[in-house]
């Protein structure tokens, strides 16, 4: 791959073009993030290898049942670089999500990753939204031991039908995926959003508005 690149940019040199070639893939066996590095990448910068311990690529934690009792009846559990710093430039991360019966893990998108959710307990019903104009909401439920796909930048949900609780555990091809909640950033953003652009936007009334910003 790196000789492709290698190639596009002596063509470019010829045909008097300018181009920016970058390495897709890591470079070395591994990079374990160094948080207190000042370093500023895209990403974490590296620790020095010497350093490296196996805790490093290891987290423990995910058997544990996470707490749901609070408004939304769910609690996910992250494994990512903040978490495990061995996933460092490794594309890659997970999290465990546990739902009380009837909870939801609410709307909300991963704005650099897609996430591969699979059942491990009880029953949920899933979906995304499609892009504008359409804005087709595609929804299924799943059952124990099936997966389902959200792809990247896309307003998902899952919610948990059945009269038990749920566990599912998400996957995604980001070591920081980033998560925001649609509810948050809407009506909780600091400083807040002007209720008159978010009653035009609703096409609701100003009270309604502060109503749900007061929630926030």
């Given at each position: 791959m790196a000789k492709h690149f290698l190639l596009l940019?002596?063509?470019?040199?010829?045909?008097?073009?300018?181009?920016?070639?970058f390495e897709p893939s890591p470079l070395q066996d591994f990079c374990v993030a160094d948080p207190a590095s000042p370093a500023k990448v895209n990403g974490l910068a590296c620790k020095d290898p010497k350093s490296v311990e196996a805790d490093d690529f290891f987290f423990s934690g995910l058997h544990l049942t996470g707490n749901t009792s609070n408004t939304f009846g769910s609690k996910v559990t992250p494994v990512n670089v903040a978490q495990l710093p061995g996933l460092n430039t490794l594309g890659i991360s997970l999290a465990r999500v546990d739902y009380a019966p009837w909870g939801i893990n609410p709307p909300h998108t991963h704005p650099r990753a897609?996430?591969?959710?699979?059942?491990?307990?009880?029953?949920?019903q899933v979906g995304f939204v499609t892009s504008n104009p359409e804005n087709r909401l595609i929804t299924k439920v799943l059952k124990k031991g099936d997966t389902f796909v959200f792809p990247i930048g896309l307003v998902h949900y899952q919610r948990n039908v059945g009269y038990g609780n749920a566990v599912a555990i998400g996957a995604l091809s980001s070591q920081n995926p980033g998560v925001i909640s649609i509810a948050n950033a809407v009506f909780g953003s600091e400083p807040v959003i002007s209720t008159d652009v978010l009653a035009k936007a609703f096409q609701v009334d100003d009270t309604v508005v502060a109503q749900i910003q007061s929630k926030f």
């Open positions: 940019n002596l063509i470019a040199v010829t045909f008097g073009c300018v181009v920016l070639a897609t996430e591969i959710l699979t059942v491990l307990e009880g029953s949920l």
